[in-house]
């Protein structure tokens, strides 16, 4: 049997206070430009899972609804 090493997939609220928090280092006005940069481009990957997780929320819901519209 092998051992999945793989983590677990962030929750939704777990990406979201860690985009908060990269957007309160992104308002210091003491990071340094290759901090920044860095910072944006994390930023940039969180919203992108962010958008895929609430898309896939959304498309649970028009699924459930649909499922729900035809059971009556």
Do not use: C, F
Request: hydrophobic share 35%.
């Amino acid at each position: 049997m092998t051992k999945d090493t793989a983590r677990p997939k962030p929750r939704y609220e777990e990406l979201k206070a860690e985009l908060d928090n990269i957007v309160e280092q992104l308002q210091a006005d003491d990071v340094d430009v290759d901090a920044a940069l860095s910072l944006y481009k994390r930023g940039r990957e969180i919203v992108e899972q962010l958008q895929e997780y609430l898309k896939t929320a959304e498309n649970t819901v028009h699924h459930l609804d649909a499922t729900d519209v035809e059971g009556t």
